[in-house]
Each structure stands twice: as C-alpha cells, then as structure tokens.
C-alpha cells in the first residue's frame, strides 16, 4: 500500500495527547471474576491418557507451580501495549495503556503505589496507575482488563458462551447509581477511598456499599449495553494452540508420524516447501454464533489522518467496543482484521480516515479470496482532508469531537446503499515515442476509481502540493495552511495557463462517441470523471441540470465535466463546470506526459491508453438525514456443504494431514444447511438422509462430526457437545464425519469412491438379488400346476 499510511509503531512510544473527556470515568481496579468451571468431556481423559508426559500428580503439581511463577514473571516484563496483540504471545486480561492527566492519587495500587513515572490510563477499563507502577499491575489478576477472548482450547470453546460483567473499583465516578439511583460522587484530598464499582462491558454504574451493589451481582451475565448488537463478544475470539501443543485423542506413535511427515517433506518441490515455510499459523480465529439480530461492527482507524485525529479515537473505541473489534491501521492494514471476521453474520465495516482510508479497506475486500459473502457494507468516519466519499453518503465532511456513542448507534442504523467502482486500465500508447518527462510513470497511481479521475490542471496543482508537502512535511501541518498553498498555486496556473492546449493532447471517446472537439470548443484545461456529486472537498462540478437523468452513485454511470482554470476556484463559490456528457465506459488516448489523479493521489503519466470501465458496486453506508435509517439485515446464509466420510483406520493413520484425508475420504453427496444449526440438528438431518435416501448409504450408529476448519489437524467432536457446536463451526465448504465401523462402503478404488458408481452397484445387486427370487418363486408354481 502507499507509504502514506505510515511504517509500523514501536508500542512503547506514547504519542496519544491526553483526553479530558475521557478522564470523567476514572478507575482504580479490584476487579471480579467468577469463576469458570466447566464439566469435564470425554476427549479430557483421552488427552489424559493418550499424553506420555504426565507421570503421576505430584509432577504434575510442580510442572503448574513452577508455570505459574513464570507466567507472573513474564507478567512483569510484558511491553506496554496500546493495541491488542494477535500473536501466540497474548495474554488475557492485557491492558491498553495510554498518557492521561488524571490525579496520580486515582492509581490502582493504593499502598503499594510507586508514585513515580507518567500517569497512564488503560482505554478499555479505565485503569489508571503510574508507568512505573504497571509492571506491579501485571503480576496482579485482581487488576486484570476485562477479557476479550477465549483461551480454553479449540474443544471447550463452546462450553460458556456467556460474558460476565467486569466490576472494576473507583474513587471517582461521574453519573449515577443503577439501584437508588443518586449521583456518585468523589472524595476529596486524595482520599483512596472506593465510592463505586462500574462494569467494563456495560458501563453499569453501582455505589460501593451494600444496599446497592451486592455479591449476587459478581457472577451475573452481562447485557454488554447499549451497544450489544455492535460488540463482538469475546466467546467470539478463540486462541488457537500453538503449533505442535494440539493433544489429539487418538494413540498414534509419534515416531511414525515423524517418518511419515518427513517422507512427505521430501516428496515436495521447492515451490511447495517455500509455500509451506511461508505460511505463518493462526494465532486467533473468530467462531461467531449466527444471529440475526447481530451487527457487529469492525474498525479500521488511521492514526495519521486528521491532524492524529485517529489516535484519540483508537482508545475510545476500545471503551464502548471490545478492543480485539478495533484496528490500528499502521500495524499491518485492513487484511487480517476482514479474514479473521470474515464468517461473521451481518458485518459492518467502520473506516475512521480519510477517502484513502476507505479505498485501502476496499480494495483489501477486492483481494481476499475467497471473496467474503455477503460483501461486509462500510461505513466512513472523516478524519482528512477533503472526505468527499463521505460527504456524498452524509456523514459530513471532518469529524467534530461528536460523541462516539452517537456514531456508533448512526452505524448500527444507517442504511445500506450501492456504489460504483470503476477499474482503468492503462497501456502505452505505441503511436507516441515517450517524451521523458522526470518523474513520470507507466500507470496512474491507482486503478480503481470510488471517487473521481481526472487529468490537466487540477491534477498538477495536487501533484505539485504532495511533492512540496513530501519535501517540506513542516510546512503543511494545518488544513488553513494546506489551502493556502492550493490557492496560491491555482493563481500561478491561473496565469501561466500552461493546459490552455489540452485537447490537441488527447483524444477522448465515452460510449463510442467522440468529445474531443466538444473539449477544444469549451477551452478546458482539465477533464474530471465524477463517480459521486462531491469533489475538492465538497464543491459540485456537476450541473443537475443536465443530462437525462440525475446522477446517483449507483446508476451505473460517470459523469465527466470540463473545467477551465477560471472555474476551479469558482467552484468554492457554488458554480458548475462545463457538463461534457454521462457515460458507462470511456477511452482517452494522451500524446504526451500529462498530470493525473485518481481519488486525489497524483502523478505525471507517459504518452497511454487508458480504458475505463465499470469494475463492481461496493456496499457502502448511507446517513439519512430525516428519521431512522433502515437496517438491512441479512438473513442468515444457507450452507451448501460437501459430505464426506472418513474411516477410522484413515483417520488414525493421517489425523495431522489434511490434503491426504480430503484425498481419501469418500463423497456421500451434498446438502443445504442453515448456518444457525447445531450440531445435533444436523444429526438428525444427516440420519434421516442415511435411512431414507437410496443414494446415501448406510454408516454406522456412532459416527461423529470432524472439526475441519479450527485448528491444524482435524479433531473429532464429542456428542455430548454436539448441542453446543454450529455447523458453521466445524465446516465451510465440505463436511467430514468420521465413521467408526465403515463396512458398508469401498474404500480404495477411485471409480468406486464416488456417490454414482457406488449406488449404482448397490442397484445392479439388488436387480440381480430380484431377478434370482422372481426365478425361483416362478419355478416353483409351474412344479405346483
């Protein structure tokens, strides 16, 4: 992506102003958990059984002491963090540090507070303790933040769903009581004294005594507020084993499985074992409970965009959202967020940035492969310069300090609209030798129009200011400055009129018809392809007026004006452009480097063919500005899944190998399943199909399901939590189940491993079985007559 976006941040700077807003709800943590106790399934005592480590209970006793005393160590020396971290190294409970100017008296430690270093408050719980005091936090679980994921293993993930409220203490609070409802009020002179207990999730206030808040409430499910159907719970978020810890249930020899994978490392190209070594394991997977009365919401936010706009923003998302639901662009871009949510039902997308913002998050869903289904609508939060993108869909044109809560609900609530995206291709043009302008390039900067494209003066004003801004980045650090230079620039083009001969440069043909002497008639220095009604941060070039129809971003057409270096700044003033026409694909043809932009990013572009054309309709969201929107909300998708079955004897010997089992199974043939399905829902389905269906054959009566998609290997399901499992849990695109007889079915040959050649089989014995009978039964009454 462009360098635009800005390199990697150390996580130990602190570069986040202090926000007196958020220092209204101050914390100082003794937090309370309940405790998690689940029965124990079946697959534990196989685990048990089945791992050659464990020896007797007193080793064992002493193998968790001592991991418990390195764990409070490594507590200790934890780096301080702003962002999740999403590798195999993250902690539960891990807090998101960042500058505040809060009371030093409101650290968490009371007594054994160092009282020395910044003040630091923690963006998702409101913990406030000194930088020097935080490594003290760590050691403490009492202090811990409020949980944002699972870390029970891919087989128990299932077992509690619910989220529990976080209480966390505080000396001062602002607001009021939920059970008498009185206001709270602080103690002064730096009194440690705890004057209420406040919820992380739900933000449910209480005093801290006991006819308001008692101990019945410590285990009591949270509601998650206001804000449920937007937060992604952290039953969601499931930490993945680390490569080589999965315990699988089956008795294998390991020696084996060595010999084997080492064979198979070996029968591999160089291509394959580079793909292989390339491939980094997945630390986290989001494993979503389908809902239809769930939108959950994911935001990408760009530090840099708006005078670092973006960094305050960052934290107060982290307190309404569940911080795993929130992005830090500059720590690896938008890809990793869309594949880990990508099976969420309903998603929304929230790009806090500017239009570049937004068309970095687009083009990320454009790569994904598999696309996600149904595309996730995105919605813009301005924080640049110009925001024409979010202008045109009503969110205004810069953000306000408007309260986050506001946008969120707007979010959840706004309604889904379509908008065209248009693809250039560009190639050099063989009639013109390249003139060999510096600078210039083969291809214009992107080839994917959401905004606008346009060639001439006002492309070399902006290429001009991104190449003076590059040179001198301290000269441009206020909106006020930036168009100053702008307007100082179009003065010197205003009198240069250096594109005064534009059109005997290009050649320009929409639709198959020819408007370049309707360009040399009206004198147009520049030539702009307008895909939405805004442009140059909220100026209409556009006469409505004209054409055949109004213009709509979703009409299927772009709309092209000229515009003469007298126009440009009367743009400001509420004046139109020349309308040249509307069309649905255009071809301009240039004879020498001419200055281009698309969506504002700008470059000089050799002698080309560029060929526009309609690309896709990407899902955006739309503010309405009277009443509430209308959310659309998805039905839940239907799975069409591929049954594939798998003998034990398979199952056993490549239980690690994925390519191989999918080889070997057998295809049973396909199926249409809700995704909101259970696991013991499909049983039954699946039996039903087994005992009714001539081309289902039978299976045994203990078959069970295989997770197929989680973890590295396959693992099998336990029946009884089969009522726990979705099957959009353990399958995408096939569905294995694991029979543990399997005498019924060929299981080698490939002509009889499919479903047809099989059934037909059955069909051709049973003719002859018929055959055989009809003959003796009519033997038999002819000896009779």
Partial sequence: MPERYGNR??????????????????????????????????????????????????????VEEFEERSASASNAR??????????????????????????????????????SGQRMKCSACQLIAHQNCIPLVNEKTQLACKPTFRDVGVRQYREQSTTHHHWVHRKMEK???????????????????????????CHEVYHNKESCFNQAKIGEECSLGNYAPIIVPP?????????????????????????????????????QKQKEEKKEPRAFIVKPIPSPDVIPVIVFINPKSGGNQGVKLLGKFQHLLN?????????????????????????????????GTVGWVLSILDMLNPPITPAPAVGVLPLGTGNDLARALGWGGGYTDEPISKILREIGMSQCVLMDRWRLNVTPNPDVEDDNVPRS????????????????????????????????????NSRLRNKMYYGQMGGKDLILRQYRNLSQWVTMECDGVDFTGKLRDAGCHAVLFLNIGSYGGGTHPWNDSFGQSKPAIDDGMIEVVGLTTYQLPMLQAGLHGTCICQCR???????????????????????????????????????????????QVNPLEKLHLTILRITMQQYEQYHYDKDMLRKLANKLGKMEIESQCDLEQVRNMLNAKFEESITYPKVSQDWCFIDSCTAEHYFRIDRAQEHLHYICDIAIDELYILDHEAATMPQTPDQERSFSAYSQRIGAQNERRNMDQQGRSGSTVTCTT
């Fill in 585 to 631: 694909s255009a071809r301009i043809i240039t004879k020498k480097t001419i200055p281009m932009q698309v969506d504002g990013e700008a470059c000089r572009v050799k002698p080309s063919i560029i060929e526009m054309s309609l690309l896709n309709k990407a899902v955006m969201l739309a503010k309405r500005k009277h009443g509430r929107g209308d959310v």
């Fill in 323 to 355: 911080p795993r639901q929130v992005f830090d662009l500059t720590q690896g871009g938008p890809k990793m967020g869309l594949e880990l949510f990508r099976k969420a039902p309903n998603l929304r997308v929230l790009a806090c940035g500017g239009d």
């Fill in 78 to 115: 934890r780096p301080i963090r702003i962002v999740p971290d999403w590798t195999e190294n993250a902690v539960q409970g891990e807090h998101f540090w960042k500058p505040t100017s809060a009371s030093g008296d409101l650290c968490c430690l009371n007594e054994e507070c160092i009282k």
């Fill in 175 to 201: 607001g009021k009581c939920k059970q008498c409802g009185k206001a709270v009020q602080g103690k002064l002179f730096g009194s440690k004294e705890i004057v209420a207990l406040s919820c992380a999730w």
């Fill in 441 to 476: 390039k083969d291809n214009v900067p992107l080839n994917v129009i959401n905004n606008y494209y346009s060639f001439g003066v006002d492309a070399h004003i902006a290429l001009e200011f991104h190449e003076a801004r590059e040179a001198h980045p301290e000269r441009f």
């Fill in 235 to 271: 039953s969601w978020i499931v930490k993945l084993p680390t490569k080589g810890n999965f315990k699988s249930s089956i008795r294998v020899n390991n020696k084996a499985n060595v010999t084997i994978a080492g064979s198979k490392k070996k029968g591999m190209s160089k291509r």
């Fill in 9 to 62: 941040r150390d996580v130990e700077e602190f570069e986040i102003e202090s926000d007196e807003e958020e220092d209204e709800m101050q914390g100082v943590g003794r937090r309370v958990q309940p405790s998690t106790s689940r029965r124990p399934s079946i697959n534990d005592f196989q685990d048990m059984e089945d791992d050659p480590n464990l020896e007797d209970d007193d080793d064992e006793l002493e």
